[in-house]
């Protein structure tokens, strides 16, 4: 069973930058889609960024279009995401997620079959 292990969150001001990164234990993910998925407090997850599987076709969601940026590199089974323009309402755990089952950046969290255990982004006002 593959182990997907974030790392990269923390506390920073508004304005600055982050890389959150999401490394693959155990196998390959190179044929997942990828997605990274927000929980604030008192909030559902969000979806925030994925690629797909297949031609590695990034969708962001709005709130995040232009600041954040999702890549991956299959050979060493990571991927990441680039928060830049960080602002207070990014605060919240974020998850990466991998899907088996997509072939397209897939929105619904019921769709992906492997989580991380999360990493906590603040941003300070």
């Known amino acids: 069973q593959v182990q997907l292990v974030e790392s990269g969150g923390g506390l920073v001001q508004a304005g600055g930058s982050l890389r959150l990164s999401c490394a693959a234990s155990?196998?390959?993910?190179?044929?997942?889609?990828m997605g990274w998925f927000r929980q604030a407090p008192g909030k559902e997850h969000e979806f925030v960024a994925g690629?797909?599987?297949?031609?590695?076709?990034?969708y962001y969601a709005n709130s995040v279009k232009g600041r954040f940026t999702i890549s991956r590199d299959n050979a060493k089974n990571t991927v990441y995401l680039q928060m830049n323009s960080l602002k207070p309402e990014d605060t919240a755990v974020y998850r990466c997620?991998?899907?088996?089952?997509?072939?397209?950046?897939?929105?619904?969290?019921?769709?992906?079959?492997?989580w991380g255990q999360g990493t906590k982004v603040t941003v300070s006002s």
């Open positions: 690629i797909s599987r297949i031609s590695s076709n990034t």
């Open positions: 997620a991998a899907s088996r089952y997509s072939d397209y950046v897939d929105l619904s969290p019921n769709n992906y079959h492997l």
């Open positions: 155990g196998r390959t993910f190179g044929s997942y889609t």
